[in-house]
């Protein structure tokens, strides 16, 4: 017969769990970066930076580092020029910098070439399954359109972040039935973040009604 296994001090007895190991979760990692270039009109920084996470919440987009530009008139006509090949200046050029940003949206632009539109935002290291993009907006467009559309200035930069985004997250509007896709998940998201839907949707189908008379 064995003889018994005397416990000393120093003997430890582990104890086995007959709980399951619960695996840690991959937390969402959303990076927004606003970058305000322009001192003539007050931006609601706080504001686009939640508007922005929030309609990657709910494009489903769970890691990202989007960075937000907002300019004068004449650095957007620069931007414009040189990537688009286009004269004067525009609302809004989104730059998608990673495989995750789907669509070519405005101007495809290397990862390595992120500091060509202006300051790199993010340190430039390899973010696998992240969507990386810059979103550049003309505060002065802005605020022209917000008079002729009887909305706030914060309101259509707002517009401006979630055209970008949907952009970047993988939406097109350059074939007529896309572009209504993309009117309709914009209006839908606009409001799920606690915005009116863009006023121009509204205008557009009043001066089409009234062609129609």
Not at 107 to 121: H, Y
Not at 164 to 171: A, D, I, R, S
């Given at each position: 017969m064995p003889s018994p296994v005397r416990l000393t001090s120093q003997t430890k007895v582990k104890k086995v769990s007959s709980k399951p190991v619960r695996r840690k979760k991959t937390l969402p990692s959303i990076q927004i970066a606003l970058n305000n270039q322009q001192r003539r009109v007050t931006i609601r920084e706080r504001s686009l930076c939640r508007i922005a996470r929030e309609v990657l919440a709910l494009e489903k987009v769970s890691h990202a580092e989007i960075g937000i530009r907002i300019v004068t008139d004449r650095t957007m006509a620069t931007l414009n020029r040189r990537w688009l090949g286009h004269d004067g200046t525009t609302d809004v050029v989104t730059f998608p910098l990673s495989d995750e940003s789907r669509h070519i949206g405005n101007?495809?632009?290397?990862?390595?070439?992120?500091?060509?539109?202006?300051?790199?935002?993010f340190p430039q290291e390899e973010k696998p399954n992240a969507l990386l993009g810059d979103i550049v907006v003309s505060a002065d467009t802005a605020d022209r359109e917000a008079l002729r559309l009887g909305c706030t200035t914060h309101e259509e930069l707002a517009y401006?972040?979630?055209?970008?985004?949907?952009?970047?997250?993988?939406?097109?509007?350059?074939?007529?039935?896309?572009?209504r896709r993309m009117r309709r998940r914009e209006a839908e998201v606009m409001v799920a973040v606690g915005l009116r839907s863009p006023l121009r949707d509204v205008i557009a189908r009043r001066t089409r009604q009234g062609k129609t008379k």
């Open positions: 101007v495809r632009v290397k990862s390595t070439s992120r500091a060509a539109i202006g300051r790199s935002f401006y972040v979630v055209h970008g985004l949907l952009h970047l997250t993988g939406h097109d509007d350059h074939s007529l039935r896309d572009s």
